[in-house]
């Protein structure tokens, strides 16, 4: 469920969730727009038939989120893009899934960040003065959450090299108390986007909000 902010708060907009109790506010001149999903975590996605597919989208709730003058559904998970881009998501976790998820295994859902650092760290004690002035991949932000009603995961900020250049991703990943619910927001764009635009991508991060329903599993 969308809504927009009330007359008072002309300066943003509401992306809500009230089955879900998610809740998230984005700049009024962005776009967002539900989406179909479903995004598997620890299931092989060929292993899924066309029932049970149905299914697990009955499970998931996808917003795309896109800064440009158009939303493009196309172009959400372009990391190098010149606008803010990215997603809000909640997934109700297969047993299975459940089992493959932990609090650290959040880190990696976008981007190998675990491996990437370590990459980092060995191609710096190799070559420092190099590694330093061109780096793969740096960690900006890295913060552990804990909300009310016992949701936790962590948030973090990062750059990652493409063949593109730079690019800068904001990552909130959160799991409910049972671990069997999954909230995820990313957003991403260019570094040199992510210059211009990250106080509005943190605004937008720090909103993110999770008040845990009884709805079933």
């Not at 060995?122 to 330093?132: D, G, I, L, Q």
Request: proline fraction near 6%.
């Amino acid at each position: 469920m969308l809504s927009v902010g009330g007359c008072g708060s002309p300066s943003y907009r509401y992306v809500t969730n009230k089955k879900d109790g998610v809740f998230l506010r984005v700049p009024n001149d962005w776009n967002h727009q539900e989406m179909p999903g479903p995004a598997l975590f620890g299931i092989d996605a060929r292993s899924v038939s066309p029932e049970m597919l149905q299914g697990l989208m009955s499970r998931e709730w996808v917003v795309g989120i896109d800064a440009a003058a158009r939303f493009d559904a196309t172009q959400l998970l372009v990391p190098d893009a010149l606008q803010p881009k990215g997603f809000v998501q909640v997934r109700h976790l297969l047993p299975e899934e459940a089992n493959a998820v932990s609090t650290n295994s959040l880190r990696n859902l976008v981007v190998a960040v675990d491996d990437a650092e370590a990459d980092q760290e060995k191609a710096v004690r190799e070559n420092p003065y190099s590694a330093r002035l061109t780096p793969n991949f740096l960690l900006l932000a890295d913060s552990p959450v804990r909300d009310r009603d016992g949701v936790h995961g962590v948030h973090l900020v990062y750059q990652v090299r493409t063949d593109a250049g730079l690019v800068t991703i904001d990552q909130t990943s959160l799991l409910d108390t049972a671990q069997t619910v999954l909230y995820q927001l990313v957003l991403a764009c260019s570094s040199l986007c992510y210059a211009q635009h990250g106080q509005q991508i943190g605004d937008v991060a720090k909103s993110f909000t999770i008040e845990p329903t009884d709805r079933g599993q």
